[in-house]
């Protein structure tokens, strides 16, 4: 499957963006999809991840309550918004896509994965 992040930008603090994540190639109602991000001198992190029919979700402590993930299996497309958008959210993000199992929060156990997307946020 291919997929193709799109929607970063530069914003201020407190701003909201959408990212879109469109997949193609594959089945993507059959994947379990996740938003991960790395900034500069960091390691890839977990930011999200949301289950085959969108009603499974989990997010990494740093982002709940602010970012919301969701998907639209007739648009094979996964969503990230990101509210209350804080400078330490600065990174490129990345969707990715995975087959059932375990890990869901490992970079290491997903499949396929995007291009990314920078997001940079100022203060």
């Known amino acids: 499957v291919q997929l193709q992040a799109s929607g970063g930008g530069l914003v201020q603090a407190g701003s909201s963006l959408r990212l879109s994540c469109a997949a193609s190639?594959?089945?993507?109602?059959?994947?379990?999809m996740g938003w991960f991000r790395q900034a500069p001198g960091k390691e890839r992190e977990f930011v999200a991840r949301i289950g085959w029919s969108g009603g499974n979700t989990d997010y990494a402590d740093s982002v709940k309550g602010r970012f919301t993930i969701s998907r639209d299996n007739a648009k094979n497309t996964v969503y990230l918004q990101m509210n209350s958008l804080k400078p330490e959210d600065t990174a490129v993000y990345y969707c990715?896509?995975?087959?059932?199992?375990?890990?869901?929060?490992?970079?290491?156990?997903?499949?396929?994965w995007g291009q990314g997307t920078q997001v940079t946020v100022s203060s």
């Open positions: 990715a896509a995975k087959n059932a199992g375990s890990g869901m929060r490992s970079l290491y156990k997903y499949d396929y």
């Open positions: 190639g594959g089945t993507f109602s059959t994947y379990i």
